[in-house]
T-cell receptor, first 115, second 116 residues
Framework: EPEVTQTPSHQVTQMGQEVILRCVPI?????FYWYRQILGQKVEFLVS????????KSEIFDDQFSVERPDGSNFTLKIRSTKLEDSAMYFC?????????????FGDGTRLSIL | AQSVTQLGSHVSVSEGALVLLRCNYS??????LFWYVQYPNQGLQLLLK??????LVKGINGFEAEFKKSETSFHLTKPSAHMSDAAEYFC??????????????FGQGTILTVHP
């Protein structure tokens, strides 16, 4: 069964550095998402992406964050200048259609640790 | 906007016992509801979903959930727990309207422990 893949599985970065988290969604999927889960807290929506542009973003997704689909297969999340509070598990998800009934398929996540 | 509450952050059952994980939602429109499971060091895996039609939905690994509109609930059950069911379970309604194309709002999760 096709799956969403995320790399790396664990990223350790110094505060203030830029980090790029990578995702390869399922190949026929058109809608893409990033979520994050700070340790001990809920999974939170960050951003949705369709047709090469952001369709919605949460208040967490400030100017330090950006997303890109550079080559038709990868979907990346960039944090420009990391903060300690960015430490979390980041999940990428994709789905085939726009309807609410379409389930999102998740990757295994990238654990981001900011030192 | 949707919101969701999962009662009980930890549930512990014996192997072979009934599993009941509670989820209550609030929604101004007909809800589309999902249960996801997260095994240790893995991502979120879809267990089952309710969209329209039959209110009792069956999912993978013997789990099922019943949508009860009058109670605004979507509780997850399994008749007989197995050790391999130990994981964290998330209830998540899909957002209506807007341009997020059904972003998910997750509950705080319920950690299920199964002991011999």
């Amino acid at each position: 069964e096709p799956e969403v893949t995320q790399t790396p599985s664990h990223q350790v970065t110094q505060m203030g550095q830029e980090v790029i988290l990578r995702c390869v969604p399922i190949s026929n999927h058109l809608y893409f998402y990033w979520y994050r889960q700070i340790l001990g807290q809920k999974v939170e929506f960050l951003v949705s992406f369709y047709n090469n542009e952001i369709s919605e973003k949460s208040e967490i997704f400030d100017d330090q964050f950006s997303v890109e689909r550079p080559d038709g297969s990868n979907f990346t999340l960039k944090i420009r200048s990391t903060k300690l509070e960015d430490s979390a598990m980041y999940f990428c998800a994709s789905k085939v259609g726009s309807g609410r009934n379409q389930p999102q398929h998740f990757g295994d996540g990238t654990r981001l640790s900011i030192l | 906007a949707q919101s969701v509450t999962q009662l009980g952050s930890h549930v512990s059952v014996s192997e072979g016992a009934l599993v009941l994980l509670r989820c209550n939602y609030s929604s101004s429109v007909p809800p589309y509801l999902f249960w996801y499971v997260q095994y240790p060091n893995q991502g979120l895996q879809l267990l089952l979903k309710y969209t329209t039609g039959a209110t009792l939905v069956k999912g993978i690994n013997g789990f099922e959930a019943e949508f009860k509109k009058s109670e605004t609930s979507f509780h997850l059950t399994k008749p007989s727990a197995h050790m391999s069911d130990a994981a964290e379970y998330f209830c998540a309604p899909a957002n209506a309207g807007g341009t997020s194309y059904g972003k998910l709002t997750f509950g705080q999760g319920t950690i299920l422990t199964v002991h011999p």
